[in-house]
């Protein structure tokens, strides 16, 4: 075989496997970038199947129970326009200093059964954080 011949099925293996690498890394961040973005009852009316990446937005009601170790809570989120509707919520970890009932919450992660894991739990900030009319003007 010829140097000429070697050099080319070098330079197209490298090139098939650098091909092959790009498409790859493309294919995962395209496939774990999907998440869908619904309030609750959104989420409840969507089959859990296909929720198994999501970000849910509503209102933490007053049921949070919080585990011994100090670490996570399970809750109940509820729609913002409607109340009425809420779905289960178990977050394990660090919870934000702002998380207590009645807080607006931003929820990812998935539907296992009937029930949301969610693997980041956000709260948005409240209007005591805001400036009060006096120190606007």
Do not use: Q
Request: proline share 4%.
């Amino acid at each position: 075989m010829s140097t000429k011949k070697k050099n080319l099925s070098v330079y197209l293996t490298a090139f098939a496997l650098f091909a092959g690498g790009a498409l790859f890394m493309l294919w995962s961040a395209l496939s774990e970038g999907t998440m869908y973005h619904l309030n609750v009852s959104e989420a409840v009316a969507m089959p859990s199947e296909k929720l198994k990446s999501a970000r849910l937005f509503g209102v933490a009601a007053d049921d949070i129970v919080r585990p011994e170790n100090g670490l996570g809570a399970s809750f109940t989120l509820l729609d913002l326009e409607h109340p009425e509707k809420g779905i289960r919520v178990h977050y394990r970890g660090v919870l934000p200093d702002t998380f207590d009932k009645g807080a607006e919450v931003i929820v990812e992660g998935r539907m296992e059964g009937a029930d949301f894991n969610a693997k980041t739990l956000m709260t948005k900030c409240p209007s005591k954080y805001e400036k009060s009319n006096r120190e606007k003007a």
